[in-house]
């Protein structure tokens, strides 16, 4: 299909409504969230330190080591690789990929580029041969899984691995073997966007989707973990791939039902990379039970983890159309009083993913908007417009912007909804307005412009400019009279030159 992935809308910052611009940003979020993995909660790349198999290792050692300590550390690592060369007995073998896999996994930052030098990944891509016992294999890939959590060229050096450890995801294999290769995988896709291609390119997709299927408590949870890395973009293909994989859609809602919640964590993350990236997933997605149970998850929970990706994920699919909007909003979802739960939560992720959520209902139908106006969202809302870090006031600026206009259609001015705003402005929500104004960010620049747009047009009996001269106003636009961004000159230039030109306050 040549538009399965959803194309970026240019966001014109003086004819677009507030409401046009918030419903669209899932697709922009889409690569910065791949990057951030939310705040870092959940890493990319992860260092395996237990085994698929249940082998624990020893502890990790977290302290600086002097140079003799590492001197010896890279002596112990290039003898383990020497010892894996050798042609002898299988268990000696076996004992050489033990070794090699505890020094790779026992310090904070092992000496993966000892290793690579010693020509660890030849010999270890041979320990991969089909016909291998369990143990071996499972050794194998644990020691590729540990180099591809490295640095960017140590996870690269995997590249002559990638065949057989995508041929070992299939039935044939053992669960721990299987699922020790889509742990090594999913570190490589975590690297780039390149590795991503290369995998998809050699298969790695179709297998991952099936150990999600079957219910394998941790093989699911790094099969998912896996997939979350490879499909996430920019290109939406992957994602496109993966939802029309037969049983995949079924096993995500059982997950997100019955799972626990670190493998519901990692299932909500693929849902969040889906949802953002492709029009064919997020479809499919809205069409099945997954909306009730991504709200039934916000309502129950209270694991951070869980709650980021299903705040994301929510968002990602109430930010397509108002008939999403519609299917959560129908009574017993009460999804606005979980928000209100996020809202008050301590957590500045969560806080911040609740507004982004609000702000994609807040842009549709009028009666959306009503139901926030109606709940104890609004009062938070406006508490935190006043009082929360910058990131934080911009999406709730979003949401406050978004109950005050409607849709509207074409390039036209956004129509008002009188009602609202006046109840906005006096409940004190124009100051926290012009203080985004003042920011140097110029998105929130942005939203403050054009609230005060909307005062000095829409209040009655010509209060608006007064109001915002009141809060100085005047004074916080004149800031972009020669500002660099030409959008943001034009704008306040003429709001202050229409509002506040040679006539003003002639009347008084």
């Not at 705003?421 to 054009?450: H, K, N, T």
């Amino acid at each position: 299909m040549a538009d399965e992935g959803l194309t970026p809308h240019r966001r014109d910052p003086i004819k677009s409504s507030v409401g046009n611009v918030a419903a669209q940003r899932r697709r922009q979020n889409a690569v910065t969230v791949g990057k951030e993995r939310r705040e870092s909660l959940v890493r990319a790349k992860r260092l395996c330190r237990v085994g698929t198999s249940g082998d624990s290792e020893v502890s990790v050692d977290n302290d600086m080591m002097v140079d003799e300590e590492q001197s010896i550390l890279e002596t112990q690592t290039a003898a383990a690789v020497e010892e894996l060369k050798g042609k002898g007995a299988m268990h000696k073998r076996v004992d050489a990929l033990r070794e090699l896999r505890r020094i790779l996994s026992r310090f904070e930052f092992p000496p993966v580029e000892t290793a690579l030098k010693a020509g660890a990944i030849s010999t270890l891509v041979q320990c991969l041969s089909f016909g291998s016992p369990d143990e071996q294999l499972l050794e194998a890939a644990w020691c590729l899984t540990n180099i591809a959590a490295g640095k960017q060229e140590e996870t690269k050096a995997l590249l002559p691995a990638l065949p057989l450890l995508i041929a070992h995801l299939g039935e044939k294999s053992s669960l721990p073997v299987a699922e020790q290769c889509a742990w090594a995988l999913g570190n490589v896709a975590g690297e780039e966007e390149e590795l991503r291609d290369v995998l998809l390119a050699q298969g790695a997709l179709p297998p991952l989707a099936r150990m999600m299927l079957p219910n394998k408590g941790s093989t699911v949870r790094t099969a998912a973990w896996a997939l979350s890395n490879l499909i996430k973009g920019p290109d939406p293909k992957a994602a496109s791939e993966l939802i029309r994989v037969n049983g995949v859609l079924d096993a995500i809602l059982c997950h997100l039902k019955k799972a626990n919640e670190e493998l519901a964590t990692e299932v909500a993350w693929v849902v969040v990379y889906l949802s953002a990236l492709s029009n064919v997933a997020t479809s499919l997605l809205v069409k099945s039970d997954v909306l009730p149970q991504l709200v039934e998850r916000l309502a129950t929970t209270n694991s951070l983890q869980l709650l980021i990706p299903v705040l994301r994920s929510l968002g990602n699919l109430v930010a397509g159309d108002s008939n999403t909007i519609c299917d959560i909003l129908v009574p017993g979802h009460k999804v606005i009083e979980v928000l209100v739960k996020c809202l008050k939560s301590e957590h500045r992720v969560l806080k911040k993913e609740a507004a982004w959520v609000l702000s994609n209902i807040a842009a549709g139908s009028v009666e959306h908007k009503q139901l926030i106006c109606s709940s104890e969202a609004l009062a938070l809302l406006l508490h935190l417009l006043s009082t929360s870090q910058s990131d934080i006031r911009k999406e709730v600026a979003y949401v406050l912007g978004n109950l005050c206009v409607s849709p509207t259609e074409g390039d036209g001015k956004p129509r008002l909804i009188q009602e609202h705003l006046i109840s906005l402005v006096s409940r004190g929500c124009l100051p926290g307005f012009i203080d985004l104004v003042r920011s140097a960010d110029i998105e929130a620049a942005r939203l403050g412009l054009q609230f005060m747009e909307l005062v000095l047009r829409g209040m009655p009996n010509g209060e608006g400019p007064k109001l915002v001269e009141q809060e100085d106003g005047i004074d916080a636009m004149e800031r972009f009279q020669f500002h660099e961004n030409e959008d943001l000159r034009n704008m306040a230039n003429g709001l202050v030159d229409k509002y506040f030109g040679e006539d003003y306050g002639l009347d008084d």
